[in-house]
């Protein structure tokens, strides 16, 4: 069995070659946008933008606060763990 640093040495070795391979893949696609008359900063940005508009900046707003009583902690139990009906 190898030892601990080597393993890491290896998995961070790999990572680092995804990595680049990811990195020549991307300079590639740019390149041939850029081939193709196509601007990837206005996708980029547009992206962005559409990302922040899907989001709220604030969601926990939505969050409807109510107590849990008895009857609501009883109807839930019931709804999910109801007996075998085909025992007596």
Same mark, same amino acid.
């Given at each position: 069995?190898? $030892?601990?640093?080597? !393993?890491?040495?290896?998995?961070?070795? !790999?990572? !680092?070659? *995804?990595?680049?391979?990811?990195?020549? $893949? /991307?300079?590639?696609? *740019?390149?041939?946008?850029? $081939?193709?008359?196509?601007?990837?900063?206005?996708?980029?940005?547009?992206?962005? *933008?559409?990302?922040?508009?899907?989001?709220?900046?604030? !969601?926990?707003?939505?969050?409807?606060?109510? $107590?849990?009583?008895?009857?609501?902690? /009883?109807?839930?139990?019931?709804?999910?763990?109801?007996?075998? *009906?085909?025992?007596?």
């Amino acid at each position: 069995m190898r $030892e601990p640093t080597q !393993q890491y040495s290896d998995i961070i070795e !790999q990572l !680092q070659s *995804k990595i680049q391979t990811l990195m020549d $893949e /991307n300079r590639l696609l *740019k390149q041939r946008m850029d $081939e193709a008359g196509v601007s990837y900063a206005d996708i980029v940005v547009d992206s962005t *933008k559409a990302a922040a508009e899907l989001y709220g900046s604030d !969601q926990g707003a939505r969050i409807r606060r109510f $107590e849990v009583t008895d009857k609501i902690a /009883n109807d839930f139990f019931m709804m999910f763990c109801r007996g075998r *009906k085909d025992v007596s």
